[in-house]
């Protein structure tokens, strides 16, 4: 599978964005899909991800309450809203899949799109 992210931006602390991840296949229900993100020096870290079991949504403390992982298999497409942004969400944020169980570990992911940066102004 192929993974295109987009909807990164700058916007003001408080505010809003919309990332979405289009992956090419026709398996893209069979994956398990997630988001991570990684500021500069710091390592990869998880966001958010669907549950291998039951469909379900998990999500980083830090961001619970704020962003919402959603997916829609017809149009093979994963989204992430974030909402009341601050500036410590600036970062790259990558989408994953994966055929496995996923989890919150970035090497449990086989599958990468290239990355969409989100910059956040106090």
């Known amino acids: 599978v192929q993974l295109q992210a987009s909807g990164g931006g700058l916007v003001q602390a408080g505010g809003s964005l919309r990332l979405s991840c289009a992956a090419s296949?026709?398996?893209?229900?069979?994956?398990?899909m997630a988001w991570f993100r990684q500021a500069p020096g710091k390592e990869r870290e998880f966001v958010a991800a669907f549950s291998w079991i039951g469909g379900g949504t998990y999500y980083a403390e830090f961001v619970k309450g704020r962003f919402t992982i959603s997916r829609d298999n017809a149009k093979n497409t994963v989204y992430l809203q974030m909402n009341s942004l601050k500036p410590e969400d600036t970062a790259v944020y990558y989408c994953?899949?994966?055929?496995?169980?996923?989890?919150?570990?970035?090497?449990?992911?086989?599958?990468w799109g290239q990355g969409t940066q989100v910059t956040v102004s106090s």
């Open positions: 994953a899949a994966t055929m496995g169980v996923g989890g919150r570990d970035y090497r449990s992911y086989a599958y």
């Open positions: 296949g026709r398996t893209f229900s069979s994956y398990n």
